[in-house]
């Protein structure tokens, strides 16, 4: 594309990224809406529209743009946001197809830790918490310095304690994040609700 045509589709990437950043994700479709569909072959519109759509839980269209960023890319890092976008509509099985396609791409800690969350999740909407239990304990459950996806992992798993009935070790792994993160999501009330005490 010319060069002036480039600067302006650049400009109003920033422009919609800064609106995502910011959580205005209204504004953020509106620029990329009519982008997304001039831009068909430019990953970045398709990656920010979909990651768009999925904040407004368009989950059928936040899917088919986050499934066209990865056919232009071969990218994996937005494959857990796909695979939540696929348990949302009920699609347990491609979930599980991409959490198999992303433990063996060999990503990064954040995007496998999120993926293996996702494929719980989906594995607990099957009826099958001890399994999904199963999968969140073999992710990294004593990092030297844990990380925000960490805490997500803790989180999941001291859920999936608790509606099972465990509650010592649902006690321990929110106390657990409640050290590193007092104020991370609920986990104050998470710990209220449990006591002190095993029932």
Same mark, same amino acid.
């Given at each position: 594309?010319? #060069?002036?045509?480039?600067?302006?589709?650049?400009?109003?990437?920033?422009?919609?990224?800064?609106?995502?950043?910011?959580?205005?994700?209204?504004?953020?479709?509106?620029?990329?809406?009519?982008?997304?569909?001039?831009?068909?072959?430019? $990953?970045?519109?398709?990656?920010?529209?979909?990651?768009?759509?999925?904040?407004?839980?368009?989950?059928?269209?936040?899917?088919?743009?986050?499934?066209?960023?990865?056919?232009?890319?071969?990218?994996?890092?937005?494959?857990?946001?796909?695979?939540?976008?696929?348990?949302?509509?009920?699609?347990?099985?491609?979930?599980?197809?991409?959490?198999?396609?992303?433990?063996?791409?060999?990503?990064?800690?954040?995007?496998?830790?999120?993926?293996?969350?996702? $494929?719980?999740?989906?594995?607990?909407?099957?009826?099958?918490?001890?399994?999904?239990?199963?999968?969140?304990?073999?992710?990294?459950?004593?990092?030297?310095?844990?990380?925000?996806?960490?805490?997500?992992?803790?989180?999941?798993? #001291?859920?999936?304690?608790?509606? #099972?009935?465990?509650?010592?070790?649902?006690?321990?792994?929110?106390?657990?994040? $409640?050290?590193?993160?007092?104020?991370?999501?609920?986990?104050?009330?998470?710990? #209220?609700?449990?006591?002190?005490?095993?029932?």
């Amino acid at each position: 594309m010319p #060069a002036s045509e480039r600067e302006r589709l650049a400009r109003r990437l920033r422009d919609a990224g800064e609106d995502f950043l910011a959580e205005r994700f209204g504004d953020a479709l509106s620029t990329l809406r009519p982008l997304a569909s001039r831009y068909a072959a430019v $990953a970045e519109v398709q990656e920010l529209y979909g990651l768009t759509l999925y904040r407004l839980g368009r989950w059928t269209a936040a899917s088919h743009r986050l499934e066209q960023y990865e056919a232009l890319t071969r990218a994996i890092d937005q494959l857990p946001v796909l695979a939540d976008c696929y348990r949302a509509l009920g699609r347990l099985n491609d979930v599980h197809d991409v959490w198999d396609r992303l433990r063996h791409a060999d990503p990064d800690a954040e995007t496998i830790t999120e993926g293996r969350i996702v $494929a719980a999740g989906a594995l607990t909407d099957e009826g099958r918490p001890r399994d999904a239990i199963r999968l969140l304990e073999a992710g990294p459950l004593r990092p030297k310095r844990p990380q925000e996806h960490h805490l997500r992992l803790w989180y999941a798993l #001291a859920d999936l304690y608790d509606r #099972a009935g465990d509650l010592q070790r649902a006690r321990r792994g929110f106390a657990r994040i $409640a050290d590193v993160e007092p104020e991370f999501v609920d986990v104050q009330d998470r710990l #209220a609700a449990l006591g002190t005490h095993d029932a």
